[in-house]
């Protein structure tokens, strides 16, 4: 009964978040890098910022450096979507957020260049979530997969309080309602992207050093080589890496290819999924089995996205310039 009080909560809370942007003006304009045609609310995926808000209050202010890590990256995201900022501003932020996560996380006893390259890593995946938004649907169905997994997990593990998990999924499913649609509702905007992305990194921080198991950084691969192969591509063709397009293999799937950007979100977060419980399964396989499973799977996906990224270039980009 408590969730089902929590899920309109967060419904009515986002159709008054709707009527403050319609009257604000906070509305995505589609220009020529854009996958959408219509003008569009911006930053719906604030409510994913209130589902934590929520637990953080009913909890009793469970989580309190996380929280306001959080709260910080949510601030400079929502700035941003209403007015452009200096990405030093944002990288700061970003920083200062991480080092809250860290320091929730206990952490801080790390030899330091441990936490160097944990901060770059999780700054870089924040970010790439960000990139990654860039279709109806994608982040939503991306999140649903990963916070599911988090969900079983939680339940076999115990490595955080499974409500954080919960609301944050019921949030997900409030959004999804709006824009898991050919013609969306509203879009997450950076807000959005970037809290869920902080919202389940910190849990999946919580995982990995709860069994001391790299593996399950694997909930994150198929955005992983999607993004780092767009980012090999594009420095390969000296385009700057920070600058808005949409060359990623689901943009051009969605875009050149035609294929329904709704199946395109859809099989990128089943696809997740799948991959995530082939991981659960791993996770107690002794180490070189799981090496060899990380390495083979990553290199499959690898394959199947050039292999993709090629065919969709040579049949669809190369014919309309010629």
């Not at 009527?19 to 719906?44: C, M, V, W, Y």
């Not at 910080?72 to 995201?77: D, E, I, K, Q």
């Not at 594009?234 to 969605?254: D, P, T, V, W």
């Amino acid at each position: 009964m408590l969730y089902l009080i929590i899920f309109t909560i967060l419904f009515i809370t986002e159709l008054i978040y709707f009527r403050i942007a319609n009257q604000f003006n906070i509305i995505d304009k589609p220009n020529e890098r854009s996958s959408h045609t219509s003008i569009t609310l911006r930053g719906g995926g604030i409510i994913f910022y209130f589902g934590a808000l929520i637990y953080f209050i009913l909890s009793g202010f469970e989580y309190p450096y996380f929280f306001l890590g959080l709260t910080l990256m949510t601030a400079v995201s929502f700035a941003d979507d209403v007015m452009t900022l200096s990405n030093k501003i944002r990288l700061l932020i970003h920083l200062i957020s991480v080092m809250l996560m860290a320091f929730e996380l206990h952490i801080f006893d790390m030899p330091w260049y441990y936490l160097l390259i944990i901060f770059i890593v999780v700054i870089g995946v924040i970010n790439a979530y960000n990139f990654m938004d860039g279709i109806n649907g994608i982040t939503v169905s991306y999140s649903l997969a990963v916070c599911g997994l988090l969900i079983m997990m939680n339940n076999q593990v115990d490595f955080i309080d499974n409500d954080l998990l919960i609301y944050t999924m019921l949030a997900l499913l409030v959004f999804a309602y709006f824009n898991f649609r050919t013609k969306a509702k509203c879009f997450a905007g950076d807000v959005g992207s970037v809290a869920i992305a902080f919202i389940l990194l910190f849990a999946l921080a919580a995982l990995i050093l709860k069994t001391q198991n790299l593996i399950y950084i694997l909930f994150l691969s198929v955005y992983g080589i999607d993004t780092i192969w767009t980012i090999i591509r594009r420095l390969s063709k000296r385009e700057n890496i920070f600058q808005a397009h949409r060359s990623h293999l689901y943009q051009y799937l969605g875009n050149e290819a035609g294929v329904n950007k709704l199946l395109v979100s859809f099989t990128y977060g089943i696809l997740q999924f799948i991959i995530g419980l082939l991981v659960i399964q791993m996770a107690d396989k002794s180490l070189n089995t799981q090496l060899i499973f990380a390495f083979g799977l990553i290199f499959a996906l690898s394959v199947f996205y050039l292999i993709s990224k090629e065919y969709i270039v040579k049949k669809y980009i190369r014919n309309i310039i010629k």
